[in-house]
């Protein structure tokens, strides 16, 4: 796929051949591995990584470079759905069977609906969800939407280990991949918790999600400008009916896995031999900047401090009512 300029504000800056400088460099940095390794290597993946990285190629390189570490010791795409079935039967995540109106994958995450305590398993669920997610895309579209429901949702909830990890997955290996999250009719105690781990995140991440009422007339409107509303579930102000059935999801998953392996078959996708693991060790890995700014989160240095503030955000919020019901009311404005 030839590479398009993706615009925004952070971008406007950069002209489309400036963009493609920037993204050969990095692919020079690769070596011999960017030949090997299509698909991670392509101009609009090292671009993601590169709008991840404020358009610093050497950020973006060792951030890549790590990514291609990270894929060749978890295989996220030998992942298959009898390897996370039993993290799948609540519905907690599953992808949507319609786009938004811009055509972008929906991801549905249900965090009330946890069902197990394994964090690695979660962790592996997650990814599945998000390299299922990918895989569905359109060949005009890089980003998805998150739409999540905070029924039944309350402090127990909250598992500092596994938001952690999924950050840490989220923000280092799958950088601008999401468009806009809809946080739905999340509880006031929540809210609270909110107020603490925001200013941890980056200000054009916190800007993608947005804080959605069911009683708030201009949360409708968010919804309706995103969603066609009778394909959307009533759980978030949609028409339909539909919802999920965990027996006709693992069908879809069984087919979306023979999609994948034949995708992964035809080199499309990248296999990550011990050779090559060799040649990215060869080649020169900046590791002696720790300031990085990531789009899913803070900068890398900061990462210990937020981690402890995030600890004792949780102790605050762990000591508040567990009442998933006490949602905030109409004069609470949605975030837009």
């Known amino acids: ?24 460099e990095v692919r020079k940095m690769m070596g011999p591995i960017a030949d090997r390794l ?25 951030m890549l470079k790590e990514t291609i570490k990270w894929r060749s010791e978890f295989k996220p795409e030998k992942i298959q759905w009898e390897d996370i079935a039993q ?3 609540t519905g907690k995540t599953y992808r949507a069977n319609y786009c938004d109106k811009f055509g972008r994958t929906v991801l549905i995450l249900r965090p009330g609906f946890q069902n197990t305590n394994a964090v690695n398993k979660q962790i592996m669920y997650l990814v599945y969800c998000m390299e299922n997610a990918i895989l569905n895309m359109s060949s005009d579209q890089e980003q998805m939407v998150w739409l999540i429901d905070f029924q039944r949702w309350n402090t127990s909830s909250i598992s500092l280990k596994a938001t952690r990890e ?6 280092n290996h799958y950088p601008e991949r999401l468009g806009i999250g809809i946080l739905y009719n999340p509880p006031k105690v929540f809210e609270s918790f909110w107020t603490m781990v925001k200013p941890f ?3 054009k991440t916190h800007k993608k999600l947005k804080f959605v009422y069911s009683d708030n007339p201009q949360s409708k409107k968010v919804m309706e400008d995103l969603f066609n509303m009778d394909k959307l579930e009533s759980a978030f102000g949609g028409r339909s009916s539909g919802g999920f059935d ?19 078959d035809s080199g499309c996708s990248s296999a990550y031999s011990p050779s090559i693991m060799s040649e990215l060790q060869r080649s020169e890995l900046s590791s002696d900047q720790c ?5 899913e989160g803070g900068c890398s240095s900061c990462d210990k401090a937020a981690s402890s503030n995030l600890e004792v955000a949780d102790e605050k919020v762990q000591g508040q009512p567990h009442d998933s019901k006490d949602v905030a009311n109409g004069n609470t404005k949605a975030a837009v």
């Not at 796929?1 to 050969?24: G, N, V, W």
């Not at 999924?166 to 923000?171: M, N």
């Open 291 to 295: 300031s990085e700014v990531s789009d």
């Open 1 to 24: 796929m030839s590479f398009k300029k993706r615009e925004s504000t952070t971008d406007k800056a950069l002209s489309h051949e400036e963009q493609l400088t920037k993204i050969y």
């Open 246 to 264: 965990y027996e006709a999801y693992g069908q879809r998953m069984r087919e979306d896995d023979k999609k994948m392996s034949s995708f992964v």
């Open 201 to 203: 995140l980056e200000p």
């Open 87 to 89: 993290e799948a039967e």
């Open 166 to 171: 999924t950050a840490k997955i989220l923000q």
């Open 38 to 62: 299509p698909a991670i290597c392509s101009e609009d993946s090292i671009s993601r990584y590169l709008r991840a990285r404020n358009w610093n190629t050497k950020k973006a390189g060792k």
